[in-house]
DNA sequence: AAATGATGAGAAAACGTTTTCTCACGTTGA
DNA sequence: TCAACGTGAGAAAACGTTTTCTCATCATTT
């Protein structure tokens, strides 16, 4: 309940240990010549008074605050929290704390932020944002700390993470055929997004020159109109459908369920994102795409640390795999 | 692309001036006595050779990081993010930036982020979860800093904000009186969670001797439950439907569609949480209780403030009040 | 003309560490 | 017996600030 800083120091330790602060630090950092015995005493004594050093105080010295920013502007956290939880765990462990910070595409927010954070002498930052075609509204090149951008887009010759949409499609066509599926239509989003059309393209070079992709928006009500499309006409209906996230397949599946489809017994339904609490409440639940973004989390937290640590590390754009979930959406899933 | 550490500091600016160091102290903060020629001068080199102060160096030497920490054990972020956006947006201003430390209900990894942001001379400690009526698994009493505890269980004597569960019952009931309801039910989560039976109190003061209270999960399946209950026998059937959270909200509006009765025509439904990917994505679209939550995180961040600047803050739970988003789901949002 | 006071600016200490340098002491070898 | 050497531990500098103290210089007053 009181006053400025009962917190104790090496000083403290020191004097409790009767030696100098020098031999105190030489101590609890095994560096440093001394007999084994004092060493020993020293550290006891330290553990015992509960001393801890002052991390400011030894990043003052060493130039390495432990300390990283991540920078969104993902103000929903749909991509940004995998992220983060992917970061934070490859970087406690080596002592590395996380400034997070939410800048919601104003310019002068983000740049507030960025100076807070190099003030505080961040060993680098993590760029990260809702679009992998979009950049966040500042710019970070020739800043005095290492950046690595995780799915937003980077300035060229920076290190770029993202995850690989060609493979997710892949992986999605993949299963579909899997599980005897013949006439397989991709029901996406905008094809202003450049996530779109990587899959698409993907999409359309696994179905073969048939292929149909069908651009909307990302939603469930888009979801529902592709299926009233595609079952509307007189042409013959699907028996696969990927979409380009889990809100279109919800849409997609409770259309099929209204008309009475069965999915999966008529018509196979995979998602995109892994957004659990879609894929989840969706009845039948979705087997859908996962951007692994915890573990592209975990890549740009390591890289930064390789970075701030002064390891090399390759420059350009690094697409990590997805990975399917099976839930019960496409079928199949009993025989494994 | 080279060394150590080209980051210009006072002495390039004191050199630069050809003046000391102090004097530049000085200077830039607007203390000490100078002939305001040389101080005007002082600044202008300093902003020139893009002179920022070292944080670290200055928080060495005034006990305050101009840093909090925020713990949650919420990974998927429903709560925690709005929260996050209120704190940051609240301590920006005052130069503060945020450690966000994920722990996933996990002591030992707890502790490690506790350690860490303590030994980084974090200002205070946010801690907030998932749940009002759970508490971290990390004991967060007796440490060294304030700890201001949001939207979860804190230790007695401590600072605890939380939205006011009986407030946001109430604002459903009473919209749902105004648009003409007579006969309204309640159907929410389990009776295991406080939040469930604070509302589910509220409700019953406020609708009467005859309220009507399902308990059920957290779940839109538990919705469709529902309302085959209630449509189900031979009883009267509502024409308003308070839900616990927005996602039996949908489980419900859905479940009516498919029965043929009209929302809102013929019932009313206000679900809970204002989580916009349900509300907005329900046909038609939910007017929702909502909790508050950016502003209940700035509340927390300017209270951590105060008590790291030692202001006296009242101790004890404080409940903010909630606020009614209205939208389609209820009626009457066109007279206004 | 001397004493007083106001003004401008620098020196030094402090914050809590780590690291390098120095030194006293005791042991070994010739 | 003396030089050489190894060992244990402390002194001091450094990191980049802020703040207090001291001290010239110059203008004002008597």
Redesign the pocket.
């Given at each position: 309940m009181v006053a400025r800083?009962n917190?104790v120091?090496?000083?403290d330790v020191a004097r409790a240990a009767?030696?100098?602060?020098?031999?105190v630090?030489?101590a609890?950092?095994d560096?440093?010549?001394?007999?084994s015995e004092?060493r020993e005493k020293i550290k006891a004594i330290a553990t015992d008074v509960g001393?801890?050093?002052?991390a400011l105080?030894?990043s003052?010295?060493?130039n390495r605050s432990f300390t990283v920013g991540l920078l969104t502007n993902d103000t929903y956290g749909r991509f940004t929290l995998p992220l983060m939880s992917g970061i934070s765990e490859a970087l406690v462990d080596h002592g590395v704390s996380v400034f997070l910070c939410a800048i919601e595409d104003d310019p002068a927010l983000a740049k507030v932020h960025v100076d807070a954070m190099l003030d505080k002498q961040v060993d680098g930052i993590i760029a990260t944002g809702k679009r992998v075609d979009r950049s966040l509204p500042v710019d970070l090149a020739g800043l005095p700390v290492p950046v690595v951008y995780a799915f937003t887009e980077g300035v060229p010759g920076s290190v770029i993470l993202t995850a690989d949409d060609a493979d997710g499609a892949r992986l999605a066509v993949e299963r579909l055929r899997k599980v005897g599926r013949k006439w397989i239509v991709h029901v996406t989003g905008p094809d202003s997004f450049v996530s779109a059309i990587e899959r698409a393209d993907a999409f359309r070079q696994a179905v073969g020159p048939e292929a149909l992709v069908l651009h909307g928006a990302w939603t469930e009500a888009w979801g529902h109109e592709a299926v009233a499309m595609l079952w509307g006409g007189d042409k013959p209906t699907p028996d696969g459908i990927f979409c380009g996230n889990d809100q279109i397949a919800r849409g997609v599946v409770d259309a099929l369920r209204e008309k009475g489809v069965r999915v999966p017994e008529d018509v196979s339904v995979i998602g995109f994102d892994n957004w659990e609490i879609f894929a989840d409440q969706t009845r039948p639940a979705l087997t859908t795409v996962d951007m692994n973004l915890k573990e592209l989390g975990r890549m740009a937290g390591l890289t930064i640390l390789d970075l701030a640590e002064g390891r090399a590390v390759e420059a350009g754009l690094r697409k990590l795999p997805c990975k399917l979930v099976v839930r019960q959406s496409c079928g199949g899933d009993r025989e494994i």
């Open positions: 800083s917190r120091t090496i000083h009767g030696v100098s602060v020098s031999t630090s030489k609890l950092n560096t440093g010549r001394m007999a004092t001393f801890r050093p002052n105080a030894r003052l010295l060493s």
